[in-house]
C-alpha cells in the first residue's frame, strides 16, 4: 500500500525554466512533509520542508506547495540549473512521530 | 560536524551468507532510522531507534534482519542468511529529540549490498 506517490518517474526541464515535481498522499494524519534530493552513490539530502498549518514555504529557488484537501503537494524550482539534476523524493510524516515515509522519487534532468 | 557515517559502503556476498552494516549517527542525535531502497524503487523504511529503544519496526521484512543499537550510539543491522531480494542499498538517518528540527533527518551515504 503507497502511502505516498509520485507518479512522474522522470521529468526533463531546459535550463532556466520551472521544474514541477508532484506528490500525492494518501493518510490525512500526515502533518508535516519533506522533500529530498538524491545524487547518485550519495544519500538523500534534506531540502525543504512544510508543516499542514502553511501553503506555501519558500527558500530561494526552492518553493513547496501543499493543498491539504487534495492531498498534494508540489516542488517548484525556478530558475532550473543544471546541478538541480537529482532524484527527489516527496517525503511524509505525523509530527511527534518521527517514522518518515518517502515516495519512489522523480528524476529530474536540466539540459543546458 | 560529522554527518551520519556508514560502513561498509559496498558489499558483495553470496546468498546463505551473512553480512552486518554499521552506522554511526550524528553524535547527539538520539534518533536512529534504518531505510532500504530496493532497485530504484521507494526508501523503504525499516526501523527506528530512540537511543537504545526499538520504537518501530514495523518495516522490517522478516526475522532475517536483526537490528542493535546497544548504549545507544552506534547501529548495525545485520542480515542472516542473505537472499537475492536483499540486495539494494541500506540507508541510515539520524535525527535530534522529537520536537527539534520539525522531523528532519539525516541521511548517510548508504551501504551497497549485492547479493549473488
Known amino acids: 500500500d503507497q502511502q505516498v506517490k509520485q507518479n512522474s518517474p522522470s521529468l526533463s526541464v531546459q535550463e532556466g525554466r520551472i521544474s514541477i515535481l508532484n506528490c500525492d498522499y494518501t493518510?490525512?494524519?500526515?502533518?508535516?512533509f519533506l522533500w529530498y534530493k538524491k545524487y547518485p552513490a550519495e544519500g538523500p539530502t534534506f531540502l525543504i520542508s512544510?508543516?499542514?498549518?502553511?501553503d506555501k514555504n519558500e527558500d530561494g529557488r526552492f518553493t513547496v506547495f501543499l493543498n491539504k484537501s487534495a492531498k498534494h503537494l508540489s516542488l517548484h524550482i525556478v530558475p532550473s540549473q543544471p546541478g538541480d539534476s537529482a532524484v527527489y523524493f516527496c517525503?511524509?510524516?505525523?509530527?511527534?512521530?518521527?517514522?518518515?515515509?518517502f515516495g519512489t522519487g522523480t528524476k529530474l534532468q536540466v539540459i543546458p | 560536524e560529522a554527518g551520519v557515517t556508514q560502513f561498509p559502503s559496498h558489499s558483495v556476498i553470496e546468498k546463505g551468507q551473512t553480512v552486518t552494516l554499521r552506522c554511526d549517527p550524528i553524535?547527539?542525535?538520539?534518533?536512529l532510522y534504518w531505510y532500504r531502497r530496493v532497485m530504484g524503487k521507494e526508501i523503504k523504511f525499516l526501523l527506528h531507534?530512540?537511543?537504545?529503544?526499538?520504537?518501530?519496526e514495523s518495516g522490517m521484512p522478516n526475522n532475517r534482519f536483526l537490528a542493535e543499537r546497544t548504549g545507544g550510539t552506534y547501529s548495525t543491522l545485520k542480515v542472516q542468511p542473505a537472499e537475492l531480494e536483499d540486495s539494494g542499498v541500506y540507508f541510515c538517518?539520524?535525527?535530534?529529540?522529537?520536537?527539534?528540527?520539525?522531523?528532519?533527518?539525516?541521511f548517510g551515504e548508504g551501504s551497497w549490498l549485492t547479493v549473488v
Open positions: 517525503a511524509v510524516t505525523q509530527v511527534g512521530y518521527q517514522k518518515v515515509t
Open positions: 538517518a539520524s535525527s535530534p529529540t522529537t520536537g527539534t528540527s520539525g522531523n528532519t533527518i539525516y
Open positions: 531507534f530512540v537511543k537504545e529503544s526499538k520504537q518501530d
Open positions: 493518510n490525512s494524519m500526515f502533518d508535516y
Open positions: 553524535s547527539g542525535h538520539d534518533n
Open positions: 512544510i508543516s499542514s498549518i502553511k
